[in-house]
């Protein structure tokens, strides 16, 4: 049974560090491009880093440079966001993705952990 479980979201003050993972089971995760999405209420779900499955290349949306990492191990099966000078409008749901590398059509979504930015 194929299982994406994140972890490590909450509540955090503005400036403040989270660090959220992702625990892969049920299909070859060496594989898979891993991915970090999310979706704020009233807004469409965006990509915010993306792992390449052999040679770790990482990409980062603009908004997250310079203040997100991403990382995987891939014996452990295990994707991470570290997230550091958080902000209010990084407030959303974080949703763990795995694509597989070279058939893009199988995929895999978690359910998601929530991120609150406030003061």
């Known amino acids: 049974q194929v299982q994406l479980v994140e972890s490590g979201g909450g509540l955090v003050q503005p400036g403040g560090s989270l660090r959220l993972s992702c625990a892969a089971s049920?299909?070859?995760?060496?594989?898979?491009?891993m991915s970090w999405y999310r979706q704020a209420p009233g807004k469409e779900r965006e990509l915010v880093a993306r792992?390449?499955?052999?040679?770790?290349?990482?990409n980062l949306a603009d908004s997250v440079q310079g203040r997100f990492t991403v990382s995987r191990d891939n014996a452990k099966n295990t994707v991470n966001l570290q997230m550091d000078s958080l902000k209010p409008e990084d407030t959303a749901v974080y949703l763990c993705n795995a694509r597989h590398r070279s058939d893009t059509r199988i995929g895999y979504w978690g359910q998601g952990t929530q991120v609150i930015v406030s003061s």
């Open positions: 049920g299909f070859t995760f060496s594989m898979y491009i």
């Open positions: 792992i390449n499955s052999f040679d770790r290349v990482t």
